[in-house]
């Protein structure tokens, strides 16, 4: 999929400052260049441990569908196809680190590795009423 991304380094306990101000500077530049979105927003993580304080790459990406303009392509990539345990998750985000510990437990108990992509797709964004959000998440595999 084509994707117009940005690029952070972040710890778990910066995200919530990157929640609203990214996403609104991606779904600005895809209204001022007339671009299709063609998905919900994906968070790619990046040497993420599960602490809160170590620092990871964190990837904001929206799909999209329209003429990529040459002067803008370091922001726009093709994410590929990649391997995963996908689980999807009802409820505020700060249950997502449960749901992770869950699928992590899984993958250890039966035999399957790690690839260190993390992901999170976020289908459903309800900041006043998180109960609300529907998260999907993926952990790739090897």
Known sequence: MTVLYQTR?????ELGNLSGTVVKELYQ?????DLLVCGPQYWF????????????????AIPVNGHIPTALLPYFKQIPYFKCLSHRYEGPW???SEEYAKMIE?????????????S??????DLNSPENNITEIQIGLS
């Open 94 to 96: 700060q249950g997502l």
């Open 9 to 13: 380094q972040a710890t778990l306990g």
């Open 29 to 33: 530049y895809v209204s001022d260049l």
């Open 45 to 60: 993580y990046y040497g993420v441990d599960g602490r809160p304080d170590t620092r990871f790459t964190l990837e904001i």
């Open 120 to 125: 999170e797709s976020f289908l459903n964004v």
């Open 106 to 118: 899984y993958i250890n108990g039966n035999g399957l590795n790690m690839n260190g992509i993390h």
